[in-house]
């Protein structure tokens, strides 16, 4: 199954595409299209995961199965047919700003796809301090510019695979979900989404401002020892990333969200435009953080998340 794409023709297997470029970068600057291919790629397996490191959350989700790369942004595609004109969802995985990949097999959307006869897209993006510090010469966000490039790619190449590009529904969860909302809330994403899914979003979790930003930069540079933050070994700049302490008494993570007034809002809630939003939360969001937590208190909170909405 072969589809062509902006920027050349791509491989599938039975509804699948993998591991599909949709834009790249170098450390620190923000997202360009990839260089366009003439040859049929293979689209088979997923591409590798952001750099990263354990994640906080292993013992409840499991490690990180994929080889890890800075040029990692690549994005699935799942779909029921590639003719046709299905409603669009475009999923952000989660993990603190700092974890995770859209190739992970959870995130699988073949079954989804297919019950729902949609078009499924899961998508990587610069993570931790490659892609949200914010200090002097570098942009802030530049996981939030990833996930908008990948948007523009899903309008642009949606209908190839079977999409409509006048429904896209983007949704994630956790760091995913906060995401959405940024991105629903940025002038700058306007026009390429028709709806949101956000679930286990932080919305408790303001972004971070400039000064915040700021600190933790300065801490991030102290931990680096004065090595260039532009050449030194990614495997130096994770061990300086996990230097750096959160917000004390907060699960805020140091790097994350950072107020810009242009991809990311100060307040998300109030800059969101109206519109249809769909919200949950994961069934057993608790033990995430406390894994030996009693079937009593899993019950208590989903019976207070129910409640509340």
Same mark, same amino acid.
């Given at each position: 199954?072969?589809?062509?794409?902006?920027?050349?023709?791509?491989?599938?297997?039975?509804?699948?595409? =993998?591991?599909?470029? !949709?834009?790249?970068? =170098?450390?620190?600057?923000?997202?360009?299209p990839?260089?366009?291919?003439?040859?049929?790629?293979?689209?088979?397996?997923?591409g590798?995961?952001?750099?990263?490191?354990?994640?906080r959350?292993?013992?409840?989700?499991g490690?990180?199965?994929?080889?890890q790369?800075?040029?990692?942004?690549?994005?699935?595609?799942?779909?029921?047919?590639?003719?046709?004109?299905?409603?669009?969802?475009?999923?952000?995985?989660g993990?603190?700003?700092?974890?995770?990949?859209?190739?992970?097999?959870? !995130?699988?959307?073949?079954?989804?796809?297919?019950?729902?006869?949609?078009?499924?897209?899961?998508?990587?993006?610069?993570?931790?301090v490659?892609?949200?510090?914010?200090?002097?010469?570098?942009?802030?966000?530049?996981?939030?510019?990833?996930?908008?490039?990948?948007?523009?790619?899903?309008?642009?190449?949606?209908?190839?695979?079977?999409?409509?590009?006048?429904?896209?529904?983007?949704?994630?969860?956790?760091?995913?979900?906060?995401?959405?909302?940024?991105?629903? /809330?940025?002038?700058?994403?306007?026009?390429?989404?028709?709806?949101?899914?956000?679930?286990?979003?932080?919305?408790?979790?303001?972004?971070?401002?400039?000064?915040?930003?700021?600190?933790?930069?300065?801490?991030?540079? &102290?931990?680096?020892?004065?090595?260039?933050i532009?050449?030194?070994?990614?495997?130096?700049?994770?061990?300086?990333?996990?230097?750096?302490p959160?917000?004390?008494? /907060?699960?805020?993570?140091?790097?994350?969200?950072?107020?810009?007034?242009?991809?990311?809002?100060?307040?998300?809630? &109030?800059?969101?435009?109206?519109?249809?939003?769909?919200?949950?939360?994961?069934?057993?969001?608790?033990?995430?953080?406390?894994?030996?937590?009693?079937?009593?208190?899993?019950?208590?909170?989903?019976?207070?998340?129910?409640?509340?909405?």
């Amino acid at each position: 199954m072969i589809v062509e794409t902006t920027t050349g023709p791509v491989r599938g297997a039975q509804g699948v595409f =993998k591991g599909i470029p !949709y834009a790249t970068a =170098k450390r620190f600057e923000a997202p360009i299209p990839p260089k366009p291919w003439t040859e049929v790629r293979d689209a088979l397996e997923p591409g590798p995961a952001a750099p990263q490191p354990p994640s906080r959350l292993e013992h409840a989700l499991g490690p990180m199965p994929l080889p890890q790369s800075e040029d990692c942004l690549s994005l699935n595609v799942f779909t029921p047919s590639t003719a046709g004109s299905r409603p669009v969802l475009v999923w952000i995985h989660g993990g603190g700003f700092s974890s995770g990949s859209g190739g992970q097999v959870w !995130y699988t959307g073949t079954r989804l796809a297919r019950e729902a006869d949609a078009v499924v897209v899961t998508l990587n993006y610069r993570l931790g301090v490659l892609g949200f510090l914010s200090a002097e010469g570098i942009p802030p966000n530049l996981g939030i510019a990833d996930q908008l490039a990948a948007l523009e790619w899903v309008r642009d190449n949606t209908a190839a695979f079977g999409g409509n590009p006048a429904e896209i529904t983007l949704g994630g969860q956790s760091a995913g979900a906060q995401s959405t909302l940024a991105l629903w /809330s940025s002038p700058r994403a306007h026009g390429l989404i028709k709806r949101i899914a956000l679930q286990s979003a932080p919305l408790g979790m303001r972004p971070s401002t400039t000064d915040e930003a700021a600190v933790a930069a300065g801490r991030f540079a &102290e931990a680096l020892a004065g090595e260039d933050i532009r050449t030194a070994p990614v495997e130096r700049v994770l061990a300086a990333q996990l230097a750096v302490p959160g917000k004390p008494g /907060s699960i805020q993570p140091p790097f994350q969200l950072v107020a810009d007034d242009d991809l990311v809002a100060a307040d998300l809630i &109030e800059a969101a435009p109206r519109g249809p939003a769909l919200i949950s939360w994961t069934r057993e969001e608790l033990r995430a953080f406390v894994p030996d937590a009693p079937r009593e208190a899993i019950e208590t909170a989903n019976g207070f998340f129910t409640s509340e909405s």
